[in-house]
């Protein structure tokens, strides 16, 4: 162990050397800038700068401005593309550490084409940059795939899928991992909210959404702990251009569940300054299914007009940002809070299903009736960047609150009193309550040296939970998380790219102690006492691990070629190492292990992509192996104390291994039709333990989605599509007990869409029919799989977007 030790300490002191050492020699890096304009000097948002013969880029923001920090002094030209304009060039000369280029001007290019085909786009370029698979959708991607919740919207991308929890809300599943295994950074922040339990939604705001980068595999050498199953990057929205005011307002309509709301935005600057600001709001009903009745745990549940009672929600969400920008000074201040209140399914939670009262639940398709949820989560941030003579640094400081309450009828159980007694504190309908915390700093540095490109980083968290209600699960606890990683990108040419990193982490978990407040009565050597009993004991952990990973990038005209090679870890949550309590989601008493050991992942992704004429073929393959993965395992033990004979579930560890690939293909038939092909597979197998031979729990089927989309062009419109998707999933007979084997399904989803000029902007307006032919099929993701409930029934959802300019210097006379 002292040897271990000893080897992370010298690996780390040899790394804070070559920092130093890197430090020093950067005098020969400059920095370079300037702004990139039409000929009607309007700002281009969007073009590739290009440094030559290094090949490092940048893409140009909303005011057309772009910006390199590290370049060698050597470097001979740079290169300017955008779509439909002519390729710029020009020669560098550069002396001083700072350079700024006169404003470029971008002439249109006319030529008469049968076929235009658009390869330097910025995900291209950053997929060619990025050893991991990457899947990046801008927010016209989201409004033309609108589903109830983020995590929705983006599960039509092979590899990704969502764990839906009702209509309105759902939680990320990346190649089959979820919960603390996939993180969410929004803003640069770590998003934190109760994401260990498969009931509760993600908190973010989609309409609120401009970019997202989906890293789908191993990422703990960037993001740290819990980033072992991938990470879901949401990037901040361009800064508007100078002297400009404008906003958009989206309205959304759904037929499925009565569905109304959207979404107001505005913003504006200055020279310096600006501001970002959006409202959201939903308010919807319960949903509907292809069925009269549905089984929950064998028990048949007459459906009311088809719908699931108490399934309704409503959803309000603010946002504001303000930022100072300079050429060598950014400094923007980001604040939302997030508010959602929705429904559990009446018949699935807590109480035996025929216990409900239908007629009071079934009065009103769009009341929120016991039990629900209401959740607010809070966030305050800055990011700062700047120059410090060829480094440029940034700082991010985050602050978050996730509030979140559950409700229900006071039920008891076992020893607890038939009536909640009135001199205990708090409500006696409030089931659960949790109350988190969360401060985080990170600081990182990013400069080049020669053909290398480094980012050098250090980040801390620390976070508090505290717990109410009359129901307990899992403990109050602190915890505390460090970590500085070192990230080299060394370009040896045009058609090679390394990647090495290193990482290490530190964590810290301490738990309070819980004590039931009721007594129970126990029995030892014959004699009967009343206790308090104590469910959660004092305990304290701590982690560290040190990960390492290493890629390469083969870029050799039409074919590309990526892989990386390396390790991660997550430490153990609070739910996993302490919690002993009823799950009344999923009728189950669950017991964490205070022993467990951090989840240790050895990972290898490979990507592959060919591109030329009509054809685009993208093949991921992965392969993951675990040396002691956690996960919840059925027992045959019950309850006692609570006396509900609740089956105990414990928490305990494997090794595990996964394997996989993605398909994309697409093909352009002629000029206005285009199809598109779909594709995924993944295998899990435990090699130890006492499910050793099972795969693991949310473990989605192979799928195939077939695409044909119609583009025409029409007179008075844009960009008009017409598309049809059709999704088979196969069977999904590999199951972990408690859960259920699903049969196959076939799904087809129609969109149409298009932009209608009004004045300068363009109305954007799209329209989607899901589940198109009313299919009756399960999702094995899905929270109520258990319950053998189907999917929602035909849905169709009309979104549109209608931007706006008060005020645009860059209006064309």
């Known amino acids: 162990?002292?040897?271990?030790?000893?080897?992370?300490?010298?690996?780390?002191?040899?790394?804070?050397?070559?920092?130093?050492?890197?430090?020093?020699?950067?005098?020969?890096?400059?920095?370079?800038?300037?702004?990139?304009?039409?000929?009607?000097?309007?700002?281009?948002?969007?073009?590739?700068?290009?440094?030559?013969?290094?090949?490092?880029?940048?893409?140009?923001?909303?005011?057309?401005?772009?910006?390199?920090?590290?370049?060698?002094?050597?470097?001979?030209?740079?290169?300017?593309?955008?779509?439909?304009?002519?390729?710029?060039?020009?020669?560098?000369?550069?002396?001083?550490?700072?350079?700024?280029?006169?404003?470029?001007?971008?002439?249109?290019?006319v030529k008469e084409l049968n076929e235009v085909r658009i390869t330097n786009t910025y995900e291209g370029q950053r997929k060619k940059e990025e050893s991991l698979n990457v899947e990046i959708v801008s927010s016209g991607f989201i409004q033309r795939n609108l589903g109830g919740s983020l995590m929705q919207s983006l599960q039509r991308l092979p590899g990704v899928k969502a764990i839906s929890i009702g209509s309105g809300s759902s939680k990320p599943l990346i190649r089959g991992l979820s919960f603390n295994q996939v993180i969410v950074v929004e803003n640069g922040i770590k998003h934190e909210g109760q994401q260990w339990g498969a009931d509760h939604g993600l908190e973010i705001d989609q309409y609120a959404v401009n970019r997202v980068e989906i890293i789908k595999g191993p990422s703990s050498i960037m993001y740290g702990s819990d980033a072992i199953g991938g990470a879901i990057n949401i990037k901040p929205v361009p800064f508007p251009s100078q002297h400009v005011l404008g906003g958009s307002l989206d309205i959304t309509g759904k037929s499925n569940n009565g569905q109304y709301g959207g979404s107001f935005n505005l913003f504006g600057r200055k020279e310096k300054w600006f501001f970002d600001s959006r409202i959201t709001f939903m308010d919807y009903g319960d949903y509907r299914v292809p069925a009269d009745t549905v089984h929950v745990y064998n028990y048949a549940v007459p459906l009311s007009k088809n719908r699931l009672r108490n399934t309704a929600g409503r959803e309000l969400d603010l946002h504001g940002s303000v930022g100072y920008l300079t050429d060598t000074f950014k400094s923007v201040f980001y604040l939302s809070s997030i508010h959602t209140k929705s429904g559990f399914f009446a018949n699935a939670h807590g109480l035996e299903p025929r216990n409900v009262d239908t007629e009071l639940h079934?009065?009103?398709?769009?009341?929120?009736?016991?039990?629900?949820?209401?959740?607010?989560?809070?966030?305050?941030?800055?990011?700062?960047?700047?120059?410090?003579?060829?480094?440029?640094?940034?700082?991010?400081?985050?602050?978050?609150?996730?509030?979140?309450?559950?409700?229900?009828?006071?039920?008891?159980?076992?020893?607890?009193?038939?009536?909640?007694?009135?001199?205990?504190?708090?409500?006696?309908?409030?089931?659960?309550?949790?109350?988190?915390?969360?401060?985080?700093?990170?600081?990182?540095?990013?400069?080049?040296?020669?053909?290398?490109?480094?980012?050098?980083?250090?980040?801390?968290?620390?976070?508090?939970?505290?717990?109410?209600?009359?129901?307990?699960?899992?403990?109050?606890?602190?915890?505390?998380?460090?970590?500085?990683?070192?990230?080299?990108?060394?370009?040896?040419?045009?058609?090679?790219?390394?990647?090495?990193?290193?990482?290490?982490?530190?964590?810290?978990?301490?738990?309070?102690?819980?004590?039931?407040?009721?007594?129970?009565?126990?029995?030892?050597?014959?004699?009967?006492?009343?206790?308090?009993l104590k469910r959660s004991e004092e305990l304290t952990r701590t982690f560290n691990s040190l990960n390492w990973s290493a890629g390469i990038n083969y870029t050799p005209g039409p074919f590309s070629f990526k892989g990386n090679l390396g390790t991660s870890f997550r430490m153990p949550i609070a739910k996993e190492l302490a919690s002993n309590g009823v799950n009344y989601h999923y009728f189950r008493f669950e017991k964490g292990d205070p022993n467990l050991s951090p989840e240790r992942s050895y990972q290898v992704d490979l990507g592959m992509e060919w591109q030329q004429n009509k054809w685009?073929?993208?093949?991921?393959?992965?392969?993951?192996?675990?040396?002691?993965?956690?996960?919840?395992?059925?027992?045959?033990?019950?309850?006692?104390?609570?006396?509900?004979?609740?089956?105990?579930?414990?928490?305990?560890?494997?090794?595990?291994?996964?394997?996989?690939?993605?398909?994309?293909?697409?093909?352009?038939?002629?000029?206005?039709?285009?199809?598109?092909?779909?594709?995924?597979?993944?295998?899990?197998?435990?090699?130890?333990?006492?499910?050793?031979?099972?795969?693991?729990?949310?473990?989605?089927?192979?799928?195939?989605?077939?695409?044909?989309?119609?583009?025409?062009?029409?007179?008075?419109?844009?960009?008009?599509?017409?598309?049809?998707?059709?999704?088979?999933?196969?069977?999904?007979?590999?199951?972990?007990?408690?859960e259920r084997k699903t049969p196959s399904s076939n799904v087809f989803n129609l969109g149409v869409g298009t932009k209608v000029k009004t004045g300068q902007q363009d109305l954007l307006i799209s329209l989607q029919v899901q589940n198109l032919l009313n299919a009756k099929y399960l999702n094995h993701t899905s929270f109520y799989r258990l319950i053998e409930l189907p999917e929602a029934s035909r849905n169709i959802i009309l979104s549109v977007k209608i931007p706006f300019l008060i005020h645009n210097p860059y209006k064309p006379n």
Request: charged fraction near 20%.
């Open 362 to 532: 079934d009065k009103s398709s769009r009341d929120i009736l016991m039990p629900y949820q209401e959740v607010t989560h809070t966030k305050i941030s800055n990011t700062t960047s700047f120059l410090i003579g060829t480094h440029q640094l940034e700082t991010q400081l985050g602050f978050q609150k996730n509030f979140r309450r559950e409700w229900s009828h006071y039920v008891n159980h076992g020893y607890m009193p038939p009536i909640y007694p009135e001199n205990r504190p708090g409500s006696q309908d409030l089931e659960r309550e949790y109350d988190k915390e969360v401060f985080s700093v990170a600081v990182k540095d990013e400069f080049s040296l020669g053909q290398h490109q480094f980012t050098v980083g250090i980040n801390g968290e620390q976070q508090q939970n505290a717990i109410a209600g009359w129901s307990f699960l899992i403990p109050a606890f602190q915890q505390w998380n460090a970590g500085i990683f070192v990230y080299d990108k060394y370009k040896i040419n045009d058609l090679w790219l390394l990647h090495g990193a290193v990482r290490m982490d530190y964590g810290k978990i301490d738990m309070k102690p819980y004590f039931d407040w009721f007594k129970s009565e126990i029995t030892e050597n014959g004699q009967t006492t009343s206790a308090y």
């Open 616 to 738: 685009s073929v993208q093949l991921s393959p992965f392969f993951n192996y675990f040396t002691n993965y956690i996960y919840l395992n059925p027992t045959s033990q019950h309850d006692i104390y609570y006396g509900a004979g609740n089956q105990v579930f414990e928490y305990e560890q494997s090794k595990v291994m996964r394997y996989g690939v993605e398909l994309q293909t697409r093909y352009q038939f002629s000029k206005n039709i285009s199809g598109e092909i779909l594709a995924e597979y993944l295998y899990s197998e435990q090699l130890s333990g006492s499910k050793k031979g099972y795969t693991l729990p949310f473990s989605p089927p192979p799928s195939v989605l077939f695409n044909i989309t119609y583009s025409p062009e029409i007179k008075g419109v844009k960009n008009t599509y017409f598309s049809l998707d059709y999704r088979y999933t196969a069977d999904q007979n590999q199951i972990v007990p408690p």
């Open 1 to 109: 162990m002292n040897q271990n030790k000893s080897n992370r300490l010298r690996t780390f002191c040899l790394w804070l050397f070559c920092f130093a050492i890197v430090s020093t020699v950067t005098g020969q890096s400059v920095r370079i800038s300037g702004s990139v304009f039409s000929n009607g000097h309007k700002p281009l948002e969007g073009a590739i700068v290009t440094v030559l013969p290094s090949g490092i880029t940048a893409m140009t923001d909303k005011q057309g401005y772009y910006f390199f920090t590290q370049i060698h002094k050597k470097s001979k030209k740079i290169t300017i593309t955008y779509a439909d304009y002519v390729r710029y060039e020009m020669e560098l000369s550069l002396n001083k550490n700072s350079n700024t280029i006169p404003d470029i001007t971008l002439i249109p290019e």
